[in-house]
């Protein structure tokens, strides 16, 4: 856990050794820049493919909310739920990726 952090760390441009920090305003610049660019990505085609019918939240969610009743579908819930956490993961995957991607600069 301790030589992950200190990776990132290294890769952001911060050095934390004693009593003394030292951020490389260049590596964590770019670091911040193309970690926007992927959000920024990611985002568009999340919003495209909700344009496009692609994504129903209120379907796919399987929860349904009126003024009188709450329905939730716990099957389509549950199968949400899992795919988002496959799309996290996925999404993690591709963010160490442009981190590798920023340290090789």
Known sequence: ???????????????????????????????????QEMLTEKAQNLQQDMAEGKVDLGENIGIKVDNEHIDIDLGKTKSFIEDLGNRFASFMGELDKAVEGIDKK
Request: aromatic residues 8%; negative net charge; hydrophobic residues 35%.
């Open 1 to 35: 856990m301790q030589e992950q952090q200190n990776d990132l760390f290294e890769k952001l441009g911060i050095d934390v050794s004693g009593e003394k920090i030292n951020i490389d305003l260049g590596k964590t610049k770019g670091f911040f820049n193309a970690l």
